[in-house]
């Protein structure tokens, strides 16, 4: 093969930086260090500055709409728990399983970042391209397609600090197989195995939850650990 050619297969073959997004967008977010938002009421918990939401919005390009909508505060503090909080280690155990260990162990390849949180959030970053409204629900793009939330705000899926585990559901979308009809209702929501989308979400959950501190934070640790039990009992092969 001429060496032009080998050249252009190499570089077909390479995979896609993920741009390193955490870095930039948490140093303009000031998050307090060690990270504590202790509440799933975004009214309840220090605001969130214009500058960090202009970060936010421009990593997952979040649409205007959005922001004057009743999600922004559900959207953006879900975010910023995403953002800061700390993950420790990747360390196999009962909810953290090989599949999602894989994925984060690529995104650190593809220059997505060392620290375990911050690939979370790269990795979200990246494969989210769009938030926008449609008839009042969350449309949420991806590479893989794109999903909607209709839950209220109040109610839904990304509130505090288990909805950051939502983004990650969402992210992980198109990596693993898809979901499966649970067998009680035959809702498309189930996963067969730990390497759909609820794998990651269980696998983000559990490294939250392990650093957590209970002291500074026991409700959310409690959420935590509550979003992980319950998003686990989805996934059909203990
Ligand atoms: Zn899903």
Redesign the pocket.
């Known amino acids: 093969m001429p060496p032009l050619c080998l050249l252009l297969l190499l570089f077909a073959c390479a995979p896609a930086p993920i741009p390193d997004r955490h870095a930039e967008t948490r140093a303009a977010c000031d998050l307090p260090a060690p990270f504590v938002r202790e509440s799933s009421d975004p009214g309840a918990l220090p605001p969130i500055d214009d500058l960090c939401v202009e970060h936010l919005v421009y990593d997952l390009n979040i649409s205007d709409d959005v922001r004057r909508s009743a999600w922004a505060p559900w959207v953006f503090e879900s975010l910023v728990q995403l953002l800061g909080r700390p993950a420790g280690a990747l360390t196999e155990g009962v909810a953290l399983r090989a599949p999602l260990i894989q994925i984060l162990e690529d995104v650190e390849a593809r220059g997505g970042g060392e620290d375990v949180g911050a690939r979370l959030y790269n990795l979200t970053a990246d494969r989210v391209r769009g938030v926008s409204l449609d008839d009042g629900a969350l449309r949420v793009d991806t590479r893989e397609g794109w999903?909607r939330l209709d839950a209220p705000p109040a109610a839904g899926a990304i509130d505090g600090p288990s909805g950051a585990g939502s983004w990650v559901?969402?992210a992980a979308?198109g990596l693993g197989p898809d979901?499966v009809p649970c067998p009680d209702d035959g809702r498309e929501?189930c996963d067969e195995d730990w390497d759909g989308?609820?794998g990651a979400e269980v696998g983000a959950l559990e490294l939250w939850s392990r650093a957590c501190d209970v002291e500074a934070e026991p409700g959310s640790c409690a959420l935590l650990r509550e979003a992980r039990d319950r998003q686990m009992d989805w996934i059909l092969t203990p």
Do not use: S
Request: proline share 0%; hydrophobic share 50%.
């Open positions: 999903r559901h969402l979308h979901h929501a989308a609820l």
